[in-house]
C-alpha cells in the first residue's frame, strides 16, 4: 500500500489524504480522544484519534487520515505546524511493555540494552548512527571507485594471518584434524593482489582478533582496507588518502578538513606531545629544556642531561594557583610513568619553584619563555630518560587539558605520524613495530645488519584528535629483504616457510613495489557520529566477554556435531 | 613517482616523454633490440629496449622513454599506432619460470591455477572479471541507497541459523565448551533490523555453509540481503527489485532488460517448463494432453487421466527425424525421473507414432496442434504424476534445446515465479518450501489447519536463464502465526524457544509486517560475466574439498591453541 511518512509533512499538505505506518512513538488519552506520536523512519508526526482502541507505546499502526494545521504549533518538531485526523485505523502489531524506552532519555544497563537491541536501535540517536555509518560507507566507495580502485572480497575461512594476536579458528569437517582461521586482517591476500595486477584495490572487510577483551575491542570489527602498486615512497600515497579522509568527512557530517595534512615525524611526536597518536586541538607543547640545566647548578638534572636524559617541560595555561596537595596528585601520576618525580616552575604574582633557590631567576625565566608560558601559567618539569619524560608528561597534558576544557569540541585535528622506528623492543628480542611486512626506508637499509633499532620504517599512521585512525606502510616486495627481516624478528627458516611459504613465493613471480594502509572504520564512524565507544555504530555488537545477549550466542552444541569435526571437549 | 598508464597511449601522443611501470607481458629479443609488451591495469603497449638487460615474461619494469608512431600498426592493440622508445629501464622485479601463462589462452589444471592464483588472476579474463564484480556491486548500492536503503553490518559470530544446512563452528576461549555459528544467512538479524525501525535494510555479506561440496558451491559465498517494513503483498517490492536488477545489468553490462518481468504462479513453471526455474529464453512449452487421451482408446493413459494423472507433451522443433535409437536414450533419460516410458508422435513425411494403431490421425493432428508442433518436430509424450510427468519433460527440453542449439546466447529472460506452496513433503514430516519465516497467503490461512499442503506462500523467486537468482518473502510477524507454522513443521515449543526463543520475542514488541529477498551475489556475476562456474569471479575461491592450494587452508594448529580452546582432537 502507498504511503506517505510522517516526518515529511509541512503546512503545505493541510487538506490532504494520507496513509501513514509506523510505531506508536508516544500516546496520550485525553476522554475520547486519544494523541498519539506516529514514528517511522522518515520522523514523528502527531496524530488525533477518536474512539480508537487504547494503543500502547511501539504497538504498529497504520492509518489513514486528513492533514490539518495545528492549533497550537510545535515548534520542537519538523511536522509541528500540523497533525492528522486519523478517520481509520489498523493496529498492525502489539507491543508488551517495554523493558526500555525508545521515546524517553535514561538508558537501562547495556546488557538490557544489547538483549532487547531491536528496541534500542529504535531510539532516534541509535537511527543516526547507523544512517551516518552507511553514509561513510558510500562515501568510502565512492571516493575509491572514482580513482580507480577495484573493491575484492578475500576469504573469511583462510589460514592464520600474522597480525600476533589469537586467531579464532573454524574446524574443518571435510578434512577433520584441520582448522580454517578467520582472518586478523586481510594484510597477505592484498599483497597478493596487487601482485596480480590489482594495482588499485580496497576492501570494506570484516576482520577477528580472539583477544582478551577489555576497554573498547570487538571480537569482530571492521576495516577500511587499502593497497596500492607501484608506491615506494608514502608521499605518492597521502595525497590520494587526504583526498578521501576530507571527502568523507564532508560527506558525512559536513566537516571540512584543511589539506594537505602536517606530517610529523615519531620522534618529534613523542618529543613534543609524549605521544604517537597526539591529540593536535590544542597547545600544550612539551619544551626540551635539558640546555638550561646542562651545566646548571642542580646536580641532579645536569646528572641526567650528562647521562643522555632530558629535561622535559609542560606549560599548563592558569596553573599557577595550584596547591601543594593537587601538584602531589600530579606529580603521584607522573611517577606511574617511572619518573622519580616532577619539578615546578609558577608564574604567579611572584615566580616560585619546587627548585627554591638552586635555580636562578634567569632560569626560570627562560624555562617560561621556551614552553611559552605566561603569568598567571604553571610549568611542569620531568627529567629522565627522553621518552619517560615526555611520555609522562604528554600524560599529563590530555589530563590536564581535559580537566581545563582546553581541547575544542568542534575541531578536527589531523595529521600524519611518520618515521616510525622499524622494530622495538620485545622480550627478548626485536619485534615489528607494526608488522613484518613493512619497508625499511631505502637510506636506512645499511643498519639493517649493524643497528637495527637505527632503522626507521616507511610506515604512517593518520591520527585524529589523539585517536589512531589509520596505520600503514610501503611493503616489502624482495624476497630477500622479507627473509632478512624475519630473521633478525627470529623467525626461522623453517617457521617462516610453514608461516608464510606461499607469500614468499608470490614475490618471486613478478610482485612490484606496492604499499597501503588500513582504517578502523568503526572508530572513524564513532568519532563522526560524536559516541565514545564502537559499540554504539555496530547494530550487534558483542559484551566484554564476547557474548551477545540478543541471541545468547555463543552456545553449546550438541555433542553430534563436534563428533562430526572429529573434536571433543575437556573434562 | 608520476606515471603514464600503458593502455591509454594513442597517435596523439607520439613525441611526448613518459614513464611507464607494469609486467612483461611478451618479450622478443632481436640481436641488440628487444621488444616488450608492457602490462599494466590498463592495458598493453609495445616497448623498444636496446641493449637491454635480458627480461623475461611477468618481470615487473619501469621505464622512461619517447611514444612514437609505429612503423607497422597492429591493429589488436588499441595502443597499436604506436611503440615507445624506452631511454631508461629499471628492473623492479624479476620473475622466476612461470607454472601458468599469463599472455597465452591454454591453462594448467585448476588446482595450479588456484595454487599460482597470484598470476591466474593476471590473465585479462580474470582482471575483467574481478572489475565487473565490482561495477555490479557499485551499481547495487548506488541504486538502494537512492532508494532510501541502510547497509548495516549483521555479526559473523553468532549463532546457529534456521537455513537447515550444516553451521561452521568457531570455539569460544572466553566461554569454554561454547561455540559461535557462522551466519549462513542474515535471515533473523535482517528480520530485526526492520523490527528495529531501519525500514529498509540492505548488506552485501558473506554467508556460510558446510555442506558436503559439489558442483558450484562454496563453503562461503555472498549474497545482496535485503529486507523492507511495512510490506504484505509481494507486488510491493516487484517494481523496486526490476528497478535494482535492469539498472545492476545495465550499468555492468549495458545489457537493457524490459519491465516489469512476467510472473508465473509456480504451478504452472512446472505445467508448462518441468520446473520452478524455467529457462524462459527459447519456447518448446510442455502441453497438457490429458483431454485427448481421457475416454480415448489407450487403456494405459486413460487410467492415468482417471486417477489424478496427466498426459503431457513436449514438442521438439526439427526431431521427426530421430532414430528409435535416439528416441530410446530420451526415454531412458525420462525413466530416470521415474517415468514408466515415454511415448512420441513424429510429424515427418508422414504421421507415425510409438501408439501404432491404438490412436487415431485425429488425436495425433490434435497433439500437433496443442503443442504447436509443425512438419518435421518430433512431440514427446509423457504420462504420469503431473509434476512427474512435467519434470522428466523439462529436463528432456532443457538437454533438447541445448544440443539443438535452440538457447540463444544473448538473450536475457527474467521472471519471478510466485505462488509456492508454503510446506513440502520432508521425511515423514512436512518441511518449509523456503523457510519457516515465510508468510503463508492470507486467504490460505483456513488451510492451515485442515490441508497444510495446500497452503501457498507469499513467496518468490527471480529466475534468470533457468538459474535461481534471488529468493525472498512476505516474511510473518506475528507471534502466534509462527508459533503455529513451526508446530505443523514438527518444531516443539521446547525447541522453538532455544533455537529461535529471541526472535520470537522481538515479534512482540512491535514488529512491522515486512518482507525481502537474497540474490546469490556469486551467481549474479558468473551469469553477467559469462562465465560456468562461480570460482571465475571470486578472488580466492576454495576447492571442492574445502581447501584453498594457495594458503594451504584448512591446516593443523598447535595442541596449545586446542587447550587454550578446552578441545582435543578424537583420536
Known amino acids: 500500500m502507498q504511503r506517505d511518512k510522517c516526518g515529511e509533512l509541512r503546512r503545505e499538505a493541510a487538506g ?16 475520547g480522544i486519544t494523541f498519539v506520536d506516529l514514528r517511522d523512519a522518515s520522523g514523528i508526526v502527531q496524530l488525533v484519534l477518536r474512539n480508537a482502541a487504547h ?27 500540523i497533525e492528522v485526523e486519523a478517520e481509520e485505523v489498523e493496529v498492525l502489531s502489539r507491543a508488551k511493555p517495554l523493558p526500555l524506552s525508545v521515546a524517553e532519555e535514561g538508558l537501562p544497563s547495556e546488557e538490557t540494552r544489547l538483549r532487547y537491541r531491536y528496541l534500542d536501535l529504535r531510539r532516534p540517536q541509535m537511527q543516526r548512527n547507523l544512517r551516518l555509518r552507511h553514509r561513510a560507507c558510500m562515501a568510502i566507495r565512492t571516493y575509491l571507485d572514482r580513482e580507480g580502485f577495484v573493491e575484492v572480497e578475500t576469504p573469511m575461512l583462510t589460514r ?22 578467520l582472518p586478523q586482517s586481510p594484510q597477505l591476500f592484498k599483497q597478493i593482489l596487487v601482485t596480480s595486477g590489482i594495482e588499485r584495490y580496497f576492501q570494506i572487510v570484516r576482520c577477528f582478533r580472539d583477544e582478551d577483551l577489555r576497554a573498547d575491542r570487538q571480537p569482530e570489527f571492521t576495516q577500511l582496507d587499502l593497497e596500492m602498486a607501484f608506491l ?13 579522509a576530507s571527502y568523507v568527512f564532508r560527506e558525512t557530517i559536513g566537516v571540512e578538513i584543511a589539506l594537505p595534512l602536517p606530517r610529523l615525524p615519531y620522534a618529534e611526536a613523542i618529543a613534543h ?3 604517537d597518536k597526539p591529540d593536535l586541538r590544542f597547545g600544550m607543547e612539551i619544551a626540551d629544556v635539558s640546555s638550561l640545566f646542562a651545566a646548571g647548578p642542580l646536580r641532579l638534572f645536569a646528572e641526567v642531561v650528562a647521562g643522555g636524559g ?47 633557590k638552586h635555580v636562578s631567576a634567569e632560569t626560570l625565566s627562560a624555562i617560561a619563555a621556551q614552553t611559552g608560558a605566561h603569568r ?23 589530563r590536564l587539558a581535559a580537566e581545563l576544557s582546553l581541547i575544542p569540541q568542534d575541531r578536527w585535528a589531523l595529521a600524519w605520524i611518520v618515521d616510525f622506528p622499524l622494530f622495538k623492543e620485545g ?40 585517536i589512531e585512525l589509520a596505520s600503514g606502510s610501503i611493503r616489502i616486495h624482495r624476497r630477500e629483504l622479507q627473509e632478512q627481516i624475519f630473521r633478525i624478528l627470529g623467525i626461522g627458516e623453517e617457521e617462516a616457510e610453514r608461516r608464510f611459504g606461499f607469500f614468499l613465493r608470490a614475490l618471486e613471480y613478478g610482485a612490484p613495489p606496492h604499499g597501503g594502509i588500513a582504517f578502523g572504520l568503526d572508530r572513524w564512524v564513532m568519532m563522526m557520529a560524536g559516541e565514545d565507544s564502537i559499540r554504539e555504530v555496530i547494530a550487534f555488537p558483542k559484551t566484554t566477554t564476547g557474548a551477545c545477549p540478543l541471541t545468547d550466542a555463543p552456545a553449546p552444541v550438541d555433542e553430534g556435531q563436534l563428533r562430526e569435526l572429529g573434536l571433543r571437549l575437556e573434562p
Chains 1, 2 share one sequence.
Open 310 to 356: 632530558a629535561v622535559r617541560a609542560l606549560p599548563v595555561p592558569g596553573g599557577a594557583g595550584r596547591s601543594r596537595g593537587e601538584l602531589a596528585k600530579l606529580e603521584e601520576a607522573a611517577q606511574g610513568h617511572g619518573l622519580p618525580g616532577l619539578a615546578w616552575v609558577k608564574l604567579g604574582e611572584a615566580v616560585t619553584s619546587s627548585f627554591g
Open 16 to 31: 490532504r489524504k494520507v496513509v501513514l505506518a509506523g510505531w506508536v512513538h508516544r500516546v496520550r488519552d485525553l476522554g
Open 273 to 275: 606531545y609524549g605521544s
Open 55 to 81: 494503543l500502547s507505546r511501539e504497538d504498529v499502526i497504520r492509518i489513514a487520515g486528513t492533514v490539518r494545521l495545528r492549533e497550537a504549533r510545535n515548534p520542537s518538531l519538523p511536522t509541528g505546524d
Open 232 to 244: 615506494e615512497d608514502p608521499e605518492e600515497l597521502f595525497p590520494l588518502l587526504e583526498g578521501l
Open 160 to 181: 592464520s594471518t600474522p597480525e600476533g594476536a589469537r586467531d579464532f579458528l573454524v574446524p574443518s569437517r571435510l578434512a577433520r584434524g584441520t582448522f580454517y582461521a
Open 427 to 466: 622480550e627478548g628480542r626485536l619485534e615489528s613495530e607494526h608488522h613484518p611486512f613493512t619497508s625499511p626506508r631505502d637510506e636506512d637499509l645499511p643498519f639493517l645488519a649493524r643497528d637495527p633499532s637505527k632503522v626507521r620504517a616507511k610506515c604512517y599512521d593518520l591520527v585524529v584528535n589523539g
Open 376 to 398: 598567571g601559567d604553571l610549568v611542569l618539569l620531568a627529567a629522565g630518560r627522553p621518552e619517560v619524560a615526555s611520555t609522562a608528561l604528554g600524560d599529563l597534558r590530555l
